[in-house]
């Protein structure tokens, strides 16, 4: 062969070279994720030396008390408890609701206009929608319910559940639609509904994906920071009342790291605090990923 | 066929409550809109906070907000672009790419407030950047890294795989083809998905509370290592310190220039993938 | 057409052609040995043994999934762009196995061309398009490119129609004209040997009539396999037939004889139209 090469060692040089840079960039997610776990282990952890689960698990959060602080964790606990709780209960029917509508019973024009307007909640920021929370949502919340203050449990779920719901809705009709529209013509065909067509056979088929959306929004709920601790009052008491004020892990780490001695022991709790909530909401997507998977499955076969 | 009037009625419930909700969208931004307009004039976008906030304008935190935009793009572009050329092109289905992607689907489930204290550990205290521009947009680049690899392994996924394979076939590389029959076409996608994600970052407040966001600071940033303003921390200040109403209208107006500034950008990069989508289809 | 030769089924199985020009035999181009192919866990080639001869047509027919396109994809190894494929036994090109750990893939596909079913052009000028291969090889001088694009094109029998609108997009371009186009694409990195898979599959008659004219004039300087789902397309443009079923070469010979006189009773099931 009298054909000129084109330097093939070398070309191939440079082919693995570029190959091992991209694979140094993918890695960067995974290694960002390890990362975050040493950091907040190695700040936080230490704190489970000074104190005994006797203390992280009282009932008081008192850590700026100059005669005796206390680190009790559970009312933390409770506020993010009740505030997601609450938050996905309201959500919930405005989520999963709206999804099936736009996916079953909503003309096309209907759901080109609604679907992204709805969507358009995810660009807006969440400290912006807390602001909303402060001057709208919380005083007539005060004024309908004849409430002490604006600023409670209520109002944040409220303010939560507004940002939870798109994630929901998209996430569960995109699993909706997915359902073979054969399922949904066989069922009309034997004499069914639209209505019955939809409950009886769409949605179970979509149950995976619906459960999936439903776990996101909560991801996405028990991780929100700004919006809940403007809405929320932030009183570290437990209480199942949502009319009264409470105070979430979110909330705590934003509002009071910025008032901390860096390797204190407030300041290791805070981390300590970033560290379970970091292992609850992994623990909450990775269910999500599960039904998300599932729900992939079933569609494939 | 029979509808019977309970299902009527369910069916408008429905109705009812996905028009409720998109009613909501509309009246909160609305709302922002109708209060916020008044209150920007030149003075407002240009000039520093005075009385604590209640009077004089938001350009510097206008301009902090900026600082962040840039230095997270210029971080997370490359990073997020390259990482997702890798999953598109190179990756194959192995137990230590599936890892990978699990990294990536992990990062994006992990909340902001603990970004903020990752940046903090790691940025402000551990590398001693302090609490700075550099800090802080690196935190919010790691925080919308999956969103800049979702969008471009989309945007990737839709150059048709014909061109990988006539461009493989006559004989070019991996890289070649990735540089010459797939890039050019890819890009536009990328960069406006990325866009996306970079709007989000400037509308965070979480992860630049410890990292970057100074409270009161009319000095503009002169580097990478100096503290600044930004818009969201602005505002979470306006609010909570001004519970009366005289600071309602400085709080309309800034959170206003916020919405329109992340839901501006992220209007020019849906227009401009809309449009680039028409145009590869034809 | 040359006249098969009497009584050589032996040699038939063996994957040898018959077709014996009277003059200096021709050059074994490709050479397949026992090759096997698996996606993942499903065989789809079984033990492959054929010869090609340098220069002239081969058409490989058989019925959909029969793994002709496969094995078409072997030879340039472009099958290893797909995950979890495998195979055994031997490819040589020019006696040098194809599949050896020194062999250059770029280098391999340089110099076997390969055209797809469905015209693939990039979305660029005509001119670009054809200069894709040779820039990607390093040829950066536009007097020479030109030249090159200007020879591709007309060995593909485009040159007349596009030599005033070089600059225009490849897409603007009808559906024929793009797949010789892409002809010329593959041409232009000047390779020995040609693949083409189904090329005229997806075009009217009209069309398919100028790609069956333009491998005839190629025949001379290439060594071209076609792969086809249509028999009078490889009756017309080739001089040996390979027919391929359920994964498994049953018969390779001159075109004529596979088309009047096949050997197997599957051939003739198949060229007869009984099934496929």
Same mark, same amino acid.
């Given at each position: 062969?009298?054909?000129r090469?084109?330097g093939?060692?070398?070309?191939?040089?440079?082919e693995?070279?570029?190959?091992?840079?991209?694979?140094?960039?993918?890695?960067?997610?995974?290694?960002?994720?390890?990362?975050?776990f040493?950091?907040?282990?190695?700040?936080?952890?230490?704190?489970?030396?000074?104190?005994?689960?006797?203390?992280?698990?009282?009932?008081?959060?008192?850590?700026?008390?100059?005669?005796?602080?206390?680190f009790g964790?559970?009312?933390?606990?409770?506020?993010?408890?009740?505030?997601?709780?609450?938050?996905?209960?309201?959500?919930l029917?405005?989520?999963?609701?709206? #999804?099936?509508?736009?996916?079953?019973?909503?003309?096309?024009?209907?759901?080109?206009?609604l679907?992204?307007?709805?969507?358009?909640?995810?660009?807006?920021?969440?400290?912006?929608?807390?602001?909303?929370?402060?001057?709208?949502?919380?005083?007539?919340?005060?004024?309908?319910?004849?409430?002490?203050?604006?600023?409670?449990?209520l109002?944040?779920?409220?303010v939560?559940?507004?940002?939870?719901?798109?994630?929901?809705?998209?996430?569960?009709?995109d699993?909706?639609?997915?359902?073979?529209?054969?399922?949904?013509?066989?069922?009309?065909?034997?004499?069914?509904?639209?209505?019955?067509?939809?409950?009886?056979?769409?949605?179970? #088929?979509?149950?995976?994906?619906?459960?999936?959306?439903v776990?996101?929004?909560i991801?996405?709920?028990?991780?929100?920071?700004? #919006?809940?601790?403007?809405?929320?009052g932030?009183?570290?008491?437990?209480?199942?009342?949502?009319?009264?004020?409470?105070?979430?892990?979110?909330?705590?780490i934003?509002?009071?790291?910025?008032?901390?001695? =860096?390797g204190?022991?407030? =300041?290791?709790?805070?981390?300590?605090?970033?560290?379970?909530?970091?292992?609850?909401?992994?623990?909450?997507?990775?269910? #999500?990923?599960?039904?998300?998977?599932?729900?992939?499955?079933?569609?494939?076969? | 066929?029979t509808?019977?009037?309970?299902?009527?009625?369910?069916?408008?419930?429905?109705?009812?409550?996905?028009?409720?909700?998109?009613?909501?969208?509309?009246?909160?931004?609305?709302?922002?809109?109708?209060?916020?307009?008044?209150?920007?004039d030149?003075?407002?976008?240009?000039?520093?906070?005075?009385?604590?906030?209640?009077?004089?304008g938001?350009?510097?935190?206008?301009?902090?907000? $900026?600082w962040?935009?840039?230095?997270?793009?210029?971080?997370? &572009?490359?990073?997020?672009?390259?990482?997702?050329?890798? *999953?598109?092109?190179?990756?194959?289905?192995?137990?230590?790419?599936?890892w990978?992607?699990?990294?990536?689907?992990t &990062?994006?489930?992990?909340?902001?407030?603990?970004?903020?204290?990752?940046?903090?550990?790691?940025?402000?205290?551990? $590398?001693?950047?302090?609490?700075?521009?550099?800090?802080?947009?690196?935190? $919010?680049?790691?925080?919308?890294?999956?969103?800049?690899?979702?969008?471009?392994?989309?945007?990737?996924?839709?150059?048709?795989?014909?061109?990988?394979?006539?461009?493989?076939?006559?004989?070019?590389?991996?890289?070649?083809?990735?540089?010459?029959?797939?890039l050019?076409?890819?890009?536009?996608?990328?960069?406006?998905?990325?866009?996306?994600?970079i709007?989000?970052?400037?509308?965070e407040?979480?992860p630049?509370?410890?990292?970057?966001?100074?409270?009161?600071?009319?000095?503009?940033?002169?580097?990478? *290592?100096?503290?600044?303003?930004?818009?969201?921390?602005?505002? *979470?200040?306006?609010?909570?310190?001004?519970?009366?109403?005289?600071?309602?209208?400085?709080?309309?107006?800034?959170?206003?220039?916020?919405?329109?500034?992340?839901?501006?950008?992220?209007?020019?990069?849906?227009v401009?993938?809309?449009?680039?989508?028409?145009?590869?289809?034809? | 057409? !040359?006249?098969?030769?009497?009584?050589?089924?032996? +040699?038939?199985?063996?994957?040898?052609?018959?077709?014996?020009?009277?003059?200096?035999?021709?050059?074994?181009?490709?050479?397949?040995?026992?090759l096997?192919?698996?996606?993942?866990d499903?065989?789809?080639?079984?033990e492959?043994?054929?010869?090609?001869?340098?220069?002239?047509?081969?058409?490989l027919?058989?019925?959909?999934?029969?793994?002709?396109?496969?094995f078409?994809?072997?030879? /340039?190894?472009?099958?290893?762009?797909?995950?979890?494929?495998?195979?055994?036994g031997?490819?040589?090109?020019?006696?040098?196995?194809?599949?050896?750990?020194?062999?250059?893939?770029?280098?391999?596909?340089?110099?076997?061309?390969?055209?797809?079913?469905?015209?693939?052009p990039?979305?660029?000028?005509?001119?670009? /398009?054809?200069?894709?291969?040779?820039?990607?090889?390093?040829?950066?001088?536009r007097?020479?490119?030109?030249?090159?694009v200007?020879?591709?094109?007309?060995?593909? +029998?485009?040159?007349?129609?596009?030599?005033?609108?070089?600059?225009?997009?490849?897409?603007?371009?009808?559906?024929?004209?793009?797949?010789r186009?892409?002809i010329?694409?593959?041409?232009?990195?000047?390779?020995?040997v040609?693949?083409?898979d189904?090329?005229?599959?997806?075009?009217?008659?009209?069309?398919?009539?100028?790609?069956?004219?333009?491998?005839?004039?190629?025949?001379?300087?290439?060594?071209?396999?076609?792969v086809?789902?249509?028999?009078?397309?490889?009756?017309?443009?080739?001089?040996?037939?390979?027919?391929?079923?359920?994964?498994r070469?049953?018969?390779?010979?001159?075109?004529?004889?596979?088309? !009047?006189?096949?050997?197997?009773?599957?051939?003739?099931d198949?060229?007869?139209?009984?099934?496929?």
């Open positions: 062969m009298s054909r090469t084109d093939g060692p070398r070309r191939r040089l440079a693995g070279g570029i190959r091992a840079l991209l694979l140094v960039l993918a890695s960067t997610a995974t290694l960002v994720v390890v990362l975050i040493l950091f907040l282990a190695r700040e936080g952890l230490p704190a489970l030396e000074r104190l005994s689960p006797e203390q992280l698990l009282s009932r008081r959060w008192q850590p700026t008390s100059e005669s005796a602080p206390s964790l559970l009312p933390l606990l409770a506020g993010s408890g009740l505030v997601t709780a609450l938050a996905t209960l309201i959500a029917p405005f989520g999963v609701g709206g #999804a099936v509508y736009l996916a079953s019973f909503a003309r096309a024009r209907e759901r080109e206009i679907k992204p307007v709805i969507e358009l909640v995810a660009a807006v920021p969440s400290v912006v929608l807390g602001f909303f929370g402060i001057v709208t949502v919380g005083p007539a919340l005060k004024q309908l319910l004849g409430l002490q203050t604006s600023l409670n449990a109002t944040g779920a409220c939560l559940a507004f940002m939870a719901i798109p994630t929901i809705l998209t996430i569960a009709e699993a909706l639609r997915a359902v073979p529209r054969a399922h949904r013509e066989a069922a009309l065909a034997l004499g069914a509904s639209p209505w019955q067509a939809s409950w009886s056979v769409v949605v179970p #088929a979509a149950l995976p994906g619906i459960g999936a959306a776990m996101l929004g991801g996405r709920v028990i991780g929100e920071t700004m #919006a809940v601790m403007m809405c929320t932030n009183a570290a008491i437990i209480t199942c009342d949502p009319t009264e004020s409470v105070r979430t892990m979110t909330a705590t934003a509002a009071e790291m910025g008032e901390v001695v =860096y204190g022991l407030h =300041y290791r709790v805070l981390f300590l605090i970033g560290l379970l909530l970091l292992s609850i909401t992994l623990v909450v997507n990775l269910l #999500a990923q599960r039904w998300v998977r599932a729900s992939v499955g079933g569609r494939g076969s | 066929m509808h019977r009037p309970w299902e009527r009625a369910g069916t408008w419930l429905l109705r009812a409550l996905t028009y409720a909700m998109a009613a909501g969208v509309v009246y909160v931004l609305g709302e922002i809109v109708v209060r916020g307009l008044p209150v920007i030149l003075e407002f976008l240009t000039a520093a906070p005075r009385e604590g906030g209640l009077a004089g938001i350009f510097p935190a206008i301009v902090g907000t $900026l962040l935009v840039v230095g997270t793009a210029l971080v997370s &572009l490359p990073l997020g672009m390259g990482a997702a050329i890798y *999953f598109s092109e190179y990756a194959r289905d192995s137990r230590w790419s599936r990978l992607r699990t990294g990536v689907i &990062l994006a489930g992990i909340p902001s407030i603990v970004f903020g204290l990752f940046g903090l550990g790691l940025f402000v205290i551990f $590398l001693g950047f302090g609490a700075s521009v550099l800090a802080g947009s690196l935190t $919010l680049a790691f925080m919308i890294l999956p969103v800049i690899i979702v969008a471009s392994e989309e945007a990737l996924r839709t150059v048709p795989q014909a061109y990988r394979e006539a461009s493989l076939a006559l004989g070019a590389t991996r890289w070649q083809t990735i540089r010459h029959a797939v050019p076409y890819a890009l536009p996608g990328m960069l406006t998905g990325s866009i996306l994600g709007g989000r970052a400037a509308g407040t979480a630049i509370l410890f990292t970057v966001a100074a409270f009161y600071l009319p000095d503009l940033p002169s580097s990478v *290592f100096d503290q600044v303003m930004a818009l969201p921390y602005h505002l *979470f200040i306006l609010a909570t310190q001004h519970p009366d109403p005289a600071a309602r209208p400085m709080q309309y107006g800034t959170a206003l220039v916020l919405v329109a500034l992340v839901l501006g950008v992220n209007a020019v990069a849906i401009a993938r809309a449009r680039f989508r028409r145009r590869y289809r034809s | 057409m !040359t006249q098969p030769q009497r009584d050589e089924s032996a +040699a038939a199985r063996r994957g040898e052609p018959q077709a014996q020009q009277p003059t200096a035999p021709p050059r074994t181009k490709i050479e397949v040995e026992r096997s192919f698996w996606y993942g499903k065989q789809v080639l079984h492959i043994d054929l010869r090609i001869p340098e220069r002239g047509v081969t058409a027919i058989g019925p959909s999934g029969c793994g002709k396109s496969t078409l994809r072997t030879l /340039n190894r472009m099958n290893e762009i797909i995950e979890g494929t495998r195979h055994s031997s490819v040589r090109l020019d006696g040098q196995e194809i599949y050896d750990r020194s062999v250059d893939v770029v280098a391999l596909r340089k110099r076997v061309g390969m055209v797809f079913q469905r015209p693939n990039f979305p660029k000028s005509i001119f670009d /398009n054809v200069a894709y291969g040779p820039r990607i090889h390093g040829e950066r001088n007097r020479r490119l030109a030249e090159i200007e020879r591709s094109l007309r060995r593909a +029998a485009l040159w007349d129609e596009v030599k005033d609108r070089l600059g225009d997009s490849a897409l603007a371009l009808s559906g024929g004209q793009q797949q186009l892409c010329a694409r593959a041409l232009a990195t000047e390779p020995e040609l693949l083409m189904e090329p005229a599959s997806a075009l009217d008659p009209k069309a398919t009539g100028a790609i069956e004219d333009l491998i005839y004039e190629l025949r001379s300087g290439y060594t071209i396999l076609i086809t789902h249509n028999m009078q397309q490889a009756a017309r443009v080739s001089e040996r037939t390979a027919f391929f079923y359920e994964g070469l049953i018969e390779y010979g001159p075109t004529e004889q596979i088309f !009047t006189r096949p050997r197997e009773q599957r051939t003739e198949y060229v007869t139209g009984r099934f496929g």
